[in-house]
């Protein structure tokens, strides 16, 4: 049963910065892709950063390009997602979600099986 648990959600002022960690387990992690997903009131899920399962590629949707970095550790089982220059419409809850297949590298929100419970992303003015 893989499990993952996000952390490091809160309320940020416009312009500032937050990091989102994911701590991974019920699987072997550095087989799979990751990703970070968010859901905003009334907006449809977002993909906004994938990683490869060995971290040699990512992908970012097209608003976050340039401010959010994603990367992984595995090691430690965990990826992040490193987010600069905030702004309002970045609020939404995150959720850290696991590739349902070996080592494939998708950037369709759809083949991201297994998420977490999300964490509150508030980006005030």
């Known amino acids: 049963q893989v499990q993952l648990v996000e952390s490091g959600g809160g309320l940020v002022q416009a312009g500032g910065s937050l990091r989102l960690s994911c701590a991974a387990s019920g699987r072997t992690f550095s087989n799979y892709a990751m990703g970070w997903l968010r859901q905003a009131p009334g907006k449809e899920r977002e993909l906004v950063a994938a990683?490869?399962?060995?971290?040699?590629?990512?992908n970012y949707a097209d608003s976050v390009k340039g401010r959010f970095t994603v990367s992984r550790d595995n090691a430690k089982n965990t990826v992040y997602l490193e987010m600069n220059s905030l702004k309002l419409e970045d609020t939404a809850v995150y959720y850290c979600?696991?590739?349902?297949?070996?080592?494939?590298?998708?950037?369709?929100?759809?083949?991201?099986?297994?998420w977490g419970q999300g964490t509150q992303v508030t980006v005030s003015s």
């Open positions: 990683i490869g399962w060995n971290g040699g590629i990512t």
């Open positions: 979600a696991a590739d349902e297949s070996f080592r494939r590298f998708s950037v369709r929100a759809d083949d991201y099986g297994y």
